[in-house]
């Protein structure tokens, strides 16, 4: 399995990223697809999740400010991120569980200035 997650950036506040990641190894539109994000000295936290189906959950500090959603035919799974604020800022990875085991592509490093 390998997860490749790309979108990254430095922005200002109230500004706009979208990430992408894409996947090989699995069948994609079989999979639950996840966003997760670590800032520095915190956990790595779940923002947001997606279902085979479509279902969607998000993490409370991030419900509608950003948006997931995947392309099945291009593998690619996606974190549309509006409105961001200072503590947005984190390292974002991609996630998928395959076989019981948790995979997590190289994160994006997303930046956001006051």
């Known amino acids: 399995v390998q997860l490749q997650a790309s979108g990254g950036g430095s922005v200002q506040a109230g500004e706009s990223l979208r990430l992408s990641c894409r996947a090989a190894?699995?069948?994609?539109?079989?999979?639950?697809m996840a966003w997760f994000r670590q800032a520095p000295g915190k956990q790595r936290e779940l923002v947001s999740s997606?279902?085979?189906?479509?279902?969607?959950n998000y993490t409370d500090t991030v419900k509608e400010r950003f948006t997931i959603s995947r392309d099945n035919g291009r593998r690619t799974l996606y974190l549309q991120m509006n409105s961001l604020k200072p503590e947005d800022a984190a390292v974002y990875y991609c996630?998928?569980?395959?076989?019981?085991?948790?995979?997590w592509g190289r994160g994006t490093l997303v930046t956001v200035s006051s």
């Open positions: 190894g699995i069948n994609f539109r079989l999979y639950t």
């Open positions: 996630s998928t569980r395959h076989q019981g085991r948790d995979f």
């Open positions: 997606i279902s085979p189906g479509g279902s969607t």
